[in-house]
């Protein structure tokens, strides 16, 4: 029995060998169904979702942004445009870039970018490219910020040339707004932020206009998490936006910058503000503020001619003596007292105290009395004072004007309902106080007095335009027909008329053109009994020629310094700056050439572009001097069979409209300048200016059509 035992274990033993390999077998063939199982349901159920899931982690539309639209002055000069700028990088992966196209043509690749931006050497470019490509590295970046006009040149080098899927060459662009003019009319222009959504001046106003529509393109995800544009047949083109063209004048605009600005310097004002605007139509040409900052100097940052409402002082009252006439029919003969007098509880003083005497109505209105004019509306309306404010709103100074630049100041006309009104309130109205305006709706009401009563509404913008079709065309808009009756403005165009040849606006008294105006000064703080210093606001507003007006113009000056307060003495200059600049250049008509005798006369000193130099020659008919069309020039006196000498001159910018960009950009670099391109085609447009002040390093923005 012993035997038999030991003779069956090793049969057992084997039989639990077997048993645990088929157990491993069973574990793998039910492993091996599971991942056949898994596989067939990848494929064939969850296949198509997967696979889009993959594509939205490595593939993606994303949008491609608009072109902003251009905003120019009335004779098509770029006040704001948008300029690309190029971020360059390189694809070094040897998928893109092949072996034997990197390594032949490195050395001359380095070359190239060190000729081009000196400040790297070209072995530091080749090091920094091997880097590279030994980590086959996707988004090298070679420049940030790269001009068009950089980044043409760019795709000429060695290996780039290929384009992207064979040189590795990935170009990136982007749009900066600027201002070629500076700060010229900035914050009128303004500006917009797309990111938050906030914006001011005209950029804010026809920001629906100028955005357009953005497009969309296929990216691909790269190393890094950089996202290159694929290009495919789904893609959609942005449609740029619409351009503004305004109705300022920047000759014009120009003038009155540096007029305020030099007035501010000079007087140490805290800020100021001027408007020009055409009286038929209310077109403003030019428009200027300034504040003065913290380290002395003057920005134009706040839009105080339409924002600021203020107490607008003496200039307010043309809109009382209109009041004045329109009710009592007592004409400008009448008499009234000047110098001092008591209202109630509160005395009135004229600037002179001891005053002029009994003076006419007009004569008061010229020295611009206070206490004349006051008690004239006082002696009118004091048993009816709603009346005097009814032939306010008549006029309509009681209501926003409703131009397009957004965060206009509301006007503030006190009514005899008002808790705050008191015996005083009817007087110290007359004069301008206890109530507010803004500098743009006090230039309105002079306007309508201009324009034979017609109130009209400020005009920004004149046209909005795609390329060269008018998309619409702003037409000029009537607020009211008639602001008071024909006898009424006659009776005040004498008397503004007057302020100039006898009253306080003799400062812009001329023998070429008739002016009409009315000063003021006005105290800013004279509810402050604890102040120390008085504070004033000096002001002058009228048109021009008063004769047929054809501008309109306000200046005012708020808290001027070195003694001088006044609104004839402070803001008069800036006044008759732009007046005389505006009568010479656009009113008074060109050069008469009767008389001339070319055979005797001398040539003359002359500078300017020399396809108008030509053109004057061949006019009078002097000799061809043979200049280059596309230069400025200075010619040098001599007869007319003297050789012409003509020098280039290099620190005035060249004229380069109608060129082809080649042609353009060389011209401008020999100049010592950097260029800036948008577009295809000739050059439309330059900005700076042709004729203006240029320096080497100084950019220049062409548009090209």
């Known amino acids: 029995m012993e035997k038999k035992n030991r003779n069956t274990e090793p049969s057992d033993n084997r039989t639990g060998f077997w048993w645990k390999v088929y157990l491993v077998y069973a574990l793998l063939l039910v492993f091996a169904i599971c991942i056949v199982v898994r596989m067939t349901n990848v494929i064939f159920v969850e296949g198509s979702e997967l696979l889009e899931k993959s594509d939205r982690q ?259 009252k043309l809109a009382s003596a209109i009041a004045v006439l329109e009710e009592s029919r007592c004409g400008t003969a009448v008499k009234v007292p000047t110098g001092r007098m008591k209202f109630y509880n509160r005395w009135m003083n004229d600037s002179h105290r001891e005053g002029w005497g009994e003076l006419s109505f007009q004569e008061a209105f010229e020295k611009s009395s206070n206490v004349g004019i006051s008690f004239l509306a006082n002696e009118v309306f004091h048993k009816k004072q709603d009346r005097f404010v009814e032939y306010l709103r008549k006029m309509r100074i009681d209501k926003p004007l409703g131009v397009e630049i957004e965060g206009e100041g509301m006007p503030y006309i006190k009514s005899p309902s008002d808790k705050t009104w008191s015996g005083v309130s009817l007087p110290w109205m007359s004069i301008g106080y206890e109530l507010r305006l803004t500098p743009l709706q006090i230039l309105a009401l002079y306007n309508a007095v201009a324009n034979n009563g017609r109130l009209m509404k400020p005009l920004f913008v004149s046209e909005i335009r795609r390329g060269d079709d008018v998309v619409a065309r702003i037409e000029p808009q009537v607020l009211v027909e008639r602001i008071c009756g024909k006898e009424t403005l006659d009776d005040v165009r004498a008397m503004l008329e007057g302020v100039v040849e006898q009253g306080t606006g003799t400062c812009m008294k001329n023998s070429l053109y008739k002016v009409a105006a009315k000063t003021g000064t006005a105290q800013m703080n004279y509810g402050n009994r604890g102040s120390e210093k008085m504070t004033y606001r000096a002001s002058i507003v009228g048109y021009f020629p008063a004769d047929n007006p054809r501008y309109s113009c306000i200046v005012m000056i708020t808290n001027p310094q070195k003694n001088r307060v006044y609104g004839g003495a402070v803001a008069g200059p800036v006044f008759k700056d732009i007046a005389d600049k505006v009568y010479a250049t656009l009113m008074k008509g060109g050069l008469q050439t009767e008389g001339l005798q070319p055979e005797t006369t001398a040539t003359p000193v002359a500078s300017g572009y020399a396809a108008d130099i030509n053109a004057v020659y061949a006019q009078v008919g002097l000799p061809d001097p043979g200049l280059e069309p596309s230069t400025f020039v200075k010619v040098a006196a001599g007869g007319v069979n003297r050789p012409v000498e003509v020098r280039l001159m290099k620190d005035v910018m060249p004229e380069v409209r109608g060129l082809g960009m080649r042609d353009a950009v060389f011209l401008l670099e020999k100049y010592g300048l950097k260029v800036r391109v948008s577009g295809r085609g000739k050059v439309r447009s330059q900005q700076p200016a042709a004729g203006s002040a240029c320096a080497k390093g100084q950019t220049v923005v062409l548009e090209l059509v």
């Open 58 to 316: 490595s593939l993606r539309y994303e949008e491609t942004p608009a072109v902003r639209g251009n905003i120019y002055s009335a004779d098509h000069s770029v006040l704001a445009v948008s300029v690309p700028f190029f971020t360059l990088r390189m694809d070094l992966h040897p998928d893109v870039v092949c072996n034997d196209t990197f390594f032949r043509y490195l050395r001359p690749l380095c070359d190239s970018l060190h000729a081009m931006f000196p400040e790297k050497s070209s072995d530091h470019y080749r090091r920094l490219l091997q880097q590279a490509r030994r980590t086959k590295k996707r988004n090298l970046l070679l420049r940030k910020d790269a001009t068009y006009a950089e980044m043409s040149r760019i795709r000429k080098f060695p290996i780039l040339k290929k384009g992207q899927f064979r040189g590795g060459f990935v170009v990136e662009e982007k749009e900066k707004r600027v201002r070629p003019n500076g700060y010229l009319a900035a914050r009128t222009i303004g500006y917009y932020n797309t990111e938050s959504r906030y914006g001011v001046g005209l950029e804010s106003a026809y920001h629906e206009d100028l955005c357009g529509v953005n497009g969309k393109r296929l990216a691909q995800k790269v190393s890094n998490g950089v996202w290159r544009p694929v290009y495919n047949a789904d893609a959609v083109q942005a449609e740029n936006g619409k351009d503004l063209v305004t109705t300022i004048d920047i000759r014009i605009q120009d003038v009155a910058e540096s007029a305020l600005q030099e007035c501010m310097e000079l007087n140490e004002a805290e800020h100021g503000c001027v408007v020009l605007m055409e009286v038929n139509t209310g077109k403003v040409v030019a428009i200027a503020n300034l504040r003065k900052e913290k380290d002395g100097s003057y920005t134009e940052s706040m839009n105080y001619a339409v924002g600021e409402a203020v107490e607008p002082g003496s200039t307010f």
